[in-house]
């Protein structure tokens, strides 16, 4: 008895509409694996930027830091007590004791929160760099004869990072109404605070708020 022989229909290719399902595909898988490419590129700018802009903040504030370390507690000008603190001090650093005891002082410095040069404080970015109103902060020595200014740090906004104008501490750090920097004083130590920010390329604004405290000569 003979056993049917069975044929198979073989195939030389693929059909157009097989094709065309096939490139759809793969035209949706690389446009997902490029999605994500994109978002880890832009994920990582961002993260780069936010670390920039933390490095700045804390390389200020330990300049700053440096700068207050031990200066007179009696003479800071204005008296940064208050509930509001300051964005603006005077101060000045012991020279020496003389045998009797008397503390001499060296000249006058100072710490400035001013308007960014290009920006008026109009809520408009006047620079068009993307920020607001920004400030810079400004060490000048031998305030009065022949002063040397220094700018220490721009970016800097005109309150505290969660902090708005209405006379109420809003971001929960125990000043009102703080600037973006501030020096608070309790007792014989001195606190400073400081918000940086930064820019990112879709002009989402970046910040980083640090602070530190150093201790005042008596
Ligand atoms: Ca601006
Ligand atoms: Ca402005
Ligand atoms: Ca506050
Ligand atoms: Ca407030």
């Known amino acids: 008895m003979r056993t049917p022989i069975r044929t198979r229909k073989t195939r030389g290719g693929f059909t157009l509409l097989e094709l065309v399902i096939a490139t ?5 898988v690389l446009g997902a694996v490029g999605l994500v490419q994109m978002r880890t590129r832009d994920a990582s700018r961002v993260s780069m930027e936010r670390e920039q802009v933390e490095s700045l903040c804390r390389r200020t504030l330990d300049r700053v830091a440096e700068e207050l370390q031990g200066v007179g507690h009696s003479l800071l000008f204005p008296d940064p007590s208050t509930d509001y603190g300051s964005s603006t001090i005077t101060y000045q650093h012991p020279t020496g004791v003389s045998n009797t005891g ?3 002082w060296d000249t006058q410095s100072s710490l400035v929160l001013q308007l960014e040069p290009g920006e008026t404080d109009n809520g408009i970015d006047d620079d ?3 920020l607001i109103d920004e400030r ?3 060490l000048t020595h031998n305030v009065g004869a022949h002063p040397i200014s220094t700018v220490l740090c721009g970016g800097i906004p005109e309150l505290a990072e969660g902090e708005t104008a209405n006379t109420l501490d809003d971001n929960g750090n125990g000043l009102k109404d703080e600037a973006g920097f501030n020096v608070h ?3 014989d130590l001195l606190t400073v605070r400081l ?3 930064g820019v990112l390329d879709q002009g989402q604004v970046v910040s980083s708020t640090l602070e530190t405290s150093v ?3 008596n």
């Open 24 to 28: 759809a595909l793969l035209s949706l």
């Open 185 to 187: 004083k309790v007792g």
């Open 215 to 217: 201790v005042l000569h």
């Open 136 to 138: 810079q902060l400004v």
């Open 102 to 104: 008397v503390v001499s």
């Open 128 to 130: 068009g760099d993307g």
């Open 195 to 197: 918000t940086v920010q």
